[in-house]
């Protein structure tokens, strides 16, 4: 049984994928409208614009300095069959606090600005619980205000002055630096703040600063409202039925509407080229200083010293930018919507953006995949961003064969007795096996599971599903069984041995 499903649409993509082709019956994507002639990211963008039904997508890919790959992809509107060009606009949604926390940078070289300093130096008349906090912990969500958009609630121009005056009365949520809680409050007040030390409306100060510097005429702050050139549409497929969110097989219009003061959090659109012209300008120094890049990229701490962030992969937050620490290959790395990300390797001098129009295409799940078509090491069969024992014991079975994992996994309990391979761990290697269409591997990683926890059910559960797959019925059948026996709330392994009596 697959732990992560809410990262991997299939449990069984690689099986199931004929089933994926029939299900994109409303559009297909487009050919890869890249300059050069089709590639392996070409091939891979388009056969995961099938699995994840994602409309249309935009790629920039920087490699020392400089552009090295621009591809477009499927459909910009699916209504009118307008694909995917060079100069399509996507809304970047959250990605836009990145823009936000270069500004904030700007200031701070500017010496108007001290990310130290309390938000009450800034912004006198705020509530007396919030005076204290400081603008870092605005900029890294660890200030602890409430929330003005509660339960997902958009705040437009008809509702603007009525939630901010609600939000003010509402208690604080912990301690500031207690915790990371992304709150769109904080970046509502960063707004103001750059109002009040640039002199102009935030919005104008990005324009001036940033924008017209690049050179991005197709980069703008508004919403859904605003009528802009080859704008895409937006899709999701999600809807509400009953009062609850549900997953709908066509695609649906998204519709998004952001008030003035909360277009710092999310409300810019661009292109893949432009935003690519942006990173280049940012690290060449066109933007900030040098020196003013580890500032900008360096996670917020907790009061326990400790780095919050969205997930496992996205662990850590800095100023308008969410980072991704690891002792590899770190990134750092702004998403938006669900649907949009950009993701930067320092060290790697390596940067690439992917723009869809699909909120939950979450393209931040598999950027890494298409970075490692530029580094060898980052490519999924190397093993890469599995624990180091896991990948340690898969690069040995890479040259040994995977059918000596529980020969091998022996050998080194025998040399150190504190030798570990946590369950779920061992369980999403066989799934990622599985992703890369290698199920014999997968295989021998599912059994080896089973030898290392007897007394799970879910090991016998994930490799009854395999052999099932496979079409082997008995030993689907009889890992079933046991994992039924072990757990009898299983019902996946229950309707199973119903059907195949």
Same mark, same amino acid.
């Given at each position: 049984?697959?732990?992560?499903?809410?990262?991997?649409?299939?449990?069984?993509?690689?099986? *199931?994928?004929?089933?994926?082709?029939?299900?994109?019956?409303?559009?297909?994507?487009?050919?890869?409208?890249?300059?050069?002639?089709?590639?392996?990211?070409?091939?891979?963008?388009?056969?995961?614009?099938?699995?994840?039904?994602?409309?249309?997508?935009?790629?920039?890919?920087?490699?020392?300095?400089?552009?090295? =790959?621009?591809?477009? /992809?499927?459909?910009? @509107? +699916?209504?009118?069959?307008?694909?995917?060009?060079?100069?399509?606009?996507?809304? +970047?949604?959250?990605?836009?606090?990145?823009?936000?926390?270069?500004?904030?940078? $700007?200031?701070?070289?500017?010496?108007?600005?001290?990310?130290?300093?309390?938000?009450?130096?800034?912004?006198?008349?705020?509530?007396?619980?919030?005076?204290?906090?400081?603008?870092?912990?605005?900029?890294?969500?660890?200030?602890?205000?409430?929330?003005?958009?509660?339960?997902?609630?958009?705040?437009?121009?008809?509702?603007?002055?009525? %939630?901010? %005056?609600?939000? &003010?009365?509402?208690?604080?949520?912990?301690?500031?630096?207690?915790?990371?809680? /992304?709150? &769109?409050?904080?970046?509502?007040?960063?707004? =103001?703040?750059?109002?009040?030390?640039?002199? &102009?409306?935030?919005?104008?100060?990005?324009?001036?600063? $940033?924008?017209?510097?690049?050179?991005?005429?197709?980069? *703008?702050?508004?919403?859904?409202?605003?009528?802009?050139?080859?704008?895409?549409?937006?899709?999701?497929?999600?809807?509400?039925?009953?009062?609850?969110?549900?997953?709908?097989?066509?695609?649906?219009?998204?519709?998004?509407?952001? *008030?003035?003061?909360?277009?710092?959090?999310?409300?810019?659109?661009?292109?893949?080229?432009?935003?690519?012209?942006?990173?280049?300008?940012?690290?060449?120094?066109?933007?900030?200083?040098?020196?003013?890049?580890?500032?900008?990229?360096?996670?917020?701490?907790?009061?326990?010293?400790?780095?919050?962030?969205?997930?496992?992969?996205? @662990?850590?937050?800095?100023?308008?930018?969410?980072?991704?620490?690891?002792?590899?290959?770190?990134?750092?790395?702004?998403?938006?919507?669900?649907?949009?990300?950009?993701? +930067?390797?320092?060290?790697?001098?390596?940067?690439?953006?992917?723009?869809?129009?699909?909120?939950?295409?979450?393209?931040?799940?598999?950027?890494?995949?298409?970075?490692?078509?530029?580094?060898?090491?980052?490519?999924?069969?190397?093993?890469?961003?599995?624990?180091?024992?896991?990948? %340690?014991?898969?690069?040995?079975?890479? =040259?040994?064969?995977?059918?000596?994992?529980?020969?091998?996994?022996?050998?080194?309990?025998?040399?150190?007795?504190?030798?570990?391979?946590?369950? $779920?761990?061992?369980? *999403?290697?066989?799934?990622?096996?599985?992703?890369?269409?290698?199920? $014999? @591997?997968?295989?021998?990683?599912?059994?080896?599971?089973?030898?290392?926890?007897?007394?799970?059910?879910?090991?016998?559960?994930?490799? %009854?599903?395999?052999?099932?797959?496979?079409?082997?019925?008995?030993?689907?059948?009889?890992?079933?069984?046991?994992?039924?026996?072990?757990?009898?709330?299983?019902?996946?392994?229950?309707?199973?041995?119903?059907?195949?009596?």
């Amino acid at each position: 049984m697959l732990f992560f499903r809410s990262t991997t649409p299939s449990r069984f993509a690689i099986f *199931a994928w004929g089933f994926l082709l029939l299900a994109c019956t409303c559009w297909q994507p487009a050919k890869a409208q890249s300059p050069a002639s089709t590639d392996s990211v070409d091939l891979f963008l388009t056969a995961k614009m099938r699995q994840l039904r994602i409309p249309g997508l935009q790629l920039a890919v920087i490699r020392r300095g400089q552009v090295v =790959k621009l591809g477009q /992809y499927g459909l910009a @509107n +699916i209504q009118d069959s307008i694909p995917v060009g060079r100069n399509t606009r996507f809304t +970047i949604n959250s990605i836009t606090k990145a823009f936000v926390g270069v500004a904030v940078m $700007q200031l701070v070289e500017a010496g108007k600005l001290d990310l130290t300093a309390p938000v009450s130096r800034y912004l006198p008349g705020l509530p007396a619980a919030w005076q204290p906090v400081t603008v870092r912990q605005l900029l890294t969500h660890t200030s602890g205000l409430p929330e003005i958009m509660g339960d997902d609630d958009m705040v437009t121009e008809g509702n603007e002055k009525a %939630a901010w %005056a609600s939000v &003010q009365q509402k208690p604080m949520e912990y301690t500031p630096g207690e915790k990371f809680n /992304y709150n &769109q409050t904080n970046y509502l007040l960063i707004g =103001k703040i750059i109002d009040q030390l640039s002199g &102009q409306p935030f919005a104008t100060f990005i324009q001036e600063r $940033q924008l017209n510097v690049v050179g991005m005429p197709r980069t *703008a702050l508004g919403d859904s409202h605003d009528v802009l050139p080859h704008s895409a549409r937006g899709y999701t497929y999600s809807e509400m039925v009953k009062g609850e969110w549900q997953r709908s097989k066509q695609p649906r219009n998204l519709f998004e509407v952001y *008030a003035t003061s909360m277009r710092t959090a999310s409300g810019m659109s661009s292109t893949s080229e432009e935003v690519a012209r942006w990173i280049m300008a940012l690290q060449q120094g066109k933007l900030l200083k040098p020196a003013s890049l580890p500032v900008l990229w360096t996670p917020g701490v907790l009061n326990n010293g400790q780095q919050q962030g969205f997930n496992h992969l996205q @662990n850590g937050y800095a100023l308008g930018w969410p980072t991704v620490s690891r002792p590899e290959h770190r990134a750092v790395a702004p998403t938006g919507g669900g649907r949009s990300a950009l993701f +930067i390797y320092p060290e790697d001098d390596l940067a690439i953006v992917v723009l869809t129009n699909l909120m939950g295409a979450n393209p931040d799940m598999f950027i890494d995949e298409i970075a490692g078509y530029y580094i060898p090491d980052m490519r999924p069969a190397t093993g890469f961003g599995m624990p180091p024992a896991i990948r %340690a014991l898969h690069t040995e079975l890479r =040259k040994r064969g995977f059918n000596q994992a529980e020969a091998l996994v022996k050998q080194s309990r025998k040399k150190n007795p504190a030798y570990r391979l946590p369950e $779920q761990e061992v369980n *999403a290697w066989g799934y990622a096996l599985l992703k890369q269409a290698q199920p $014999q @591997n997968a295989l021998e990683i599912f059994k080896l599971n089973v030898s290392l926890y007897p007394q799970s059910a879910n090991t016998y559960d994930s490799l %009854a599903e395999l052999y099932a797959e496979m079409g082997n019925r008995e030993l689907a059948r009889k890992n079933y069984q046991r994992a039924l026996a072990l757990n009898p709330k299983n019902k996946g392994a229950a309707d199973y041995l119903k059907k195949s009596l």
